[in-house]
């Protein structure tokens, strides 16, 4: 080596030396500020709330729904109504609060996003959708899917509901009939996912999964692929999806190309799917009032209808249609096989339900479900008690001063009173307990955490709820900005398929088999066994029995 090129070899070594010492240097920084400053200047560590180690989180008890209506009841009973707690450690303090002020400031408030985390996780596999849109952006989107949801748009594609619900049954019958017997054992969380996703298939984009009949349509068997893979990656590969997304591009594991092959399937797919309604639309009338009353056409004419410079791409419009098919078709779904796991515990439930659809004779309406008070008190007690979605995260995108209704007792006696703030610093991340909510002694009473359709009945209930309309609907659809903009298409969904299969057949749980809470974005059952993790148990396997036609109410 001649002694130029030796002295730049040098020259580059001592570069990549001093670059490297820079880079740990600011890591080291970064760390430090991270565990033993930043820490001291948080003013949440003021906050009572529970303790633990240097790097003890506190995920499991803020995230099992398990074992979360014991530890909210506990911590609260403790700790008050607004404490804080751990994340990734004793240095990550983290807001929750059971106050309704508190909560309806952070959800009322553009102060408080979704994390860039929750944001980009769903991004990955929902585009950019309006469940995780922020600011102006997430504003014109609620404004361009408002004709999507409205009562009347509701209603006009009721029809597919019962169709479908009809179609369940009629399944469920052929396989009785099959089994030579009036019972069988139905994972019934399968079977109403199936049902879901071709109502929303025909509701929302007028095209046939069929998947009743047969799970092997492209876009339906990518939807659950994708999904099915995504309920079970772990941390560490959120984790690293989330903050080294370069690896799966450069070393893509076998999920990876999976998952990518999945959502060009549906891309290909839905762009078709866009491209013909658009022209066809065009075609029938120049001011796109077309009879096509599917969320696609729907969506597709509200565009056609904007300003050209705001009006979205196609795969902005395929976006916004996955994520209503990814929070209709699943939430819905958990919501309706919640219902018949309770039905199922509760017989003398069941049988009061099933004796007012029976009154209410056979029907293909939705008025008439709708004027059936016990059916709606199941249905939102169910909402109540098992929430689709357990809980949601905002951080602070400033400080910020917190109004609180209850007062807060510091960790050094200090009580801060109601016309006082709890001080937040930009940065922080705040837990929004939906079940934790839905479960509170104070707005529900002491009976909170027992399922009892009867309280939707009494007019006698008082309290905090009535000041908040947001909370009387339900913490299950949350409020404010981010509020479901589709939960009039899920409530009558669910009485739809509820209806249904409670006037036709009885449900009982399966005898020795023990039916747990699994959280992975959403609350699903799974069957305990020993030595499988609760994702691959998914499921809720019930005792189906058939009304005999002369006993039915």
């Known amino acids: 080596?001649?002694?130029?090129?030796?002295?730049?070899?040098?020259?580059?070594?001592?570069?990549?030396?001093v670059l490297g010492f820079l880079l740990f240097a600011r890591f080291l920084v970064w760390l430090v500020n991270l565990l033993l400053v930043a820490p001291r200047f948080d003013p949440l560590r003021h906050?009572?709330?529970?303790?633990?180690?240097?790097?003890?989180?506190?995920?499991?008890?803020?995230?099992?729904?398990?074992?979360?209506?014991?530890?909210?009841?506990?911590?609260?009973?403790?700790?008050?109504?607004?404490?804080?707690?751990?994340?990734?450690?004793?240095?990550?303090?983290?807001?929750?609060?059971?106050?309704?002020r508190v909560l309806s400031h952070i959800l009322l408030s553009p102060t408080y996003q979704k994390p860039w985390q929750t944001r980009q996780y769903l991004g990955r596999l929902l585009g950019r959708g309006v469940f995780n849109m922020e600011g102006a952006e997430h504003r014109y989107l609620r404004k361009l899917i408002g004709p999507v949801f409205t009562a009347q748009a509701v209603?006009?594609?009721?029809?597919?509901?019962?169709?479908?619900?009809?179609?369940?049954?009629?399944?469920?019958e052929t396989l009785l009939c099959a089994g030579s017997g009036?019972?069988?054992?139905?994972?019934?969380?399968?079977?109403?996912?199936?049902?879901?996703?071709?109502?929303?298939?025909?509701?929302?984009?007028?095209?046939h999964f069929n998947a009743l009949l047969d799970e092997s349509e492209a876009v339906y068997s990518a939807f659950r692929t994708m999904f099915c893979i995504s309920d079970k990656s772990s941390q560490l590969r959120v984790l690293k999806q989330l903050y080294l997304p370069v690896v799966e591009r450069i070393w893509p594991d076998e999920a990876d190309i999976i998952t990518q092959r999945c959502l060009k399937t549906i891309h290909e797919c839905g762009m078709a799917l866009i491209e013909t309604k658009r022209q066809a639309i065009l075609a029938e009338k120049s001011d796109f009032q077309s009879q096509e009353k599917d969320m696609l056409s729907l969506l597709i004419k509200s565009n056609l209808a904007a300003d050209?410079?705001?009006?979205?791409?196609?795969?902005?419009?395929?976006?916004?249609?996955?994520?209503?098919?990814?929070?209709?078709?699943?939430?819905?779904?958990?919501?309706?096989?919640?219902?018949?796991?309770?039905?199922?515990?509760?017989?003398?439930?069941?049988?009061?339900?099933r004796e007012e659809l029976g009154d209410a004779g056979t029907t293909s309406q939705v008025d008439v479900l709708d004027g059936l008070p016990y059916l709606d008190a199941v249905l939102r007690e169910t909402l109540r008690f098992t929430p689709p979605v357990h809980g949601t995260l905002r951080v602070a995108t400033v400080d910020d001063l917190i109004p609180i209704s209850s007062p807060v007792t510091l960790r050094d006696g200090t009580v801060v009173t109601e016309t006082?703030?709890?001080?937040?610093?930009?940065?922080?991340?705040?837990?929004?307990?939906?079940?934790?909510?839905?479960?509170?002694?104070?707005?529900?009473?002491?009976?909170a955490q027992t399922f009892n359709p009867d309280r939707w009945l009494s007019s006698s209930h008082s309290g905090p709820i009535q000041a908040f309309p947001g909370l009387a609907?339900?913490?299950?659809?949350?409020?404010?900005?981010?509020?479901?903009?589709?939960?009039?298409?899920?409530?009558?969904?669910?009485?739809?398929?509820?209806?249904a299969l409670v006037r036709q057949f009885s449900f009982e749980p399966v005898v020795g088999l023990e039916i747990g809470m699994y959280n992975c974005v959403m609350t699903k059952p799974f069957v305990r066994q020993a030595g499988r993790c609760a994702s691959d148990g998914v499921g809720l396997p019930l005792k189906v029995t058939r009304v005999d036609t002369q006993h039915r109410v």
């Open 1 to 17: 080596m001649s002694l130029a090129a030796l002295d730049v070899a040098l020259l580059v070594g001592k570069a990549i030396g």
């Open 155 to 172: 209603k006009d594609v009721s029809g597919v509901y019962f169709q479908k619900a009809e179609e369940l049954t009629d399944r469920w």
């Open 473 to 499: 609907n339900l913490m299950s659809f949350s409020f404010g900005r981010a509020a479901c903009p589709g939960y009039r298409f899920a409530l009558v969904e669910a009485k739809v398929v509820i209806a």
């Open 308 to 353: 050209p410079s705001a009006r979205l791409s196609d795969r902005e419009l395929l976006d916004q249609i996955t994520s209503f098919l990814f929070a209709g078709s699943d939430t819905t779904a958990l919501a309706i096989t919640w219902c018949l796991r309770y039905l199922s515990l509760h017989p003398n439930i069941q049988q009061k339900l």
């Open 420 to 447: 006082e703030h709890i001080r937040i610093r930009k940065g922080t991340f705040v837990h929004i307990p939906l079940e934790g909510i839905n479960m509170s002694e104070d707005i529900w009473g002491s009976d």
């Open 47 to 100: 906050l009572p709330g529970p303790d633990g180690g240097a790097l003890e989180s506190h995920f499991n008890q803020v995230n099992d729904p398990d074992i979360t209506p014991q530890v909210y009841k506990d911590w609260t009973s403790r700790f008050g109504k607004t404490f804080r707690y751990h994340g990734y450690g004793r240095h990550d303090y983290r807001l929750m609060s059971f106050d309704l």
């Open 182 to 207: 009036d019972s069988a054992t139905f994972d019934v969380a399968h079977w109403v996912l199936r049902t879901t996703f071709d109502i929303f298939g025909l509701a929302g984009l007028d095209y």
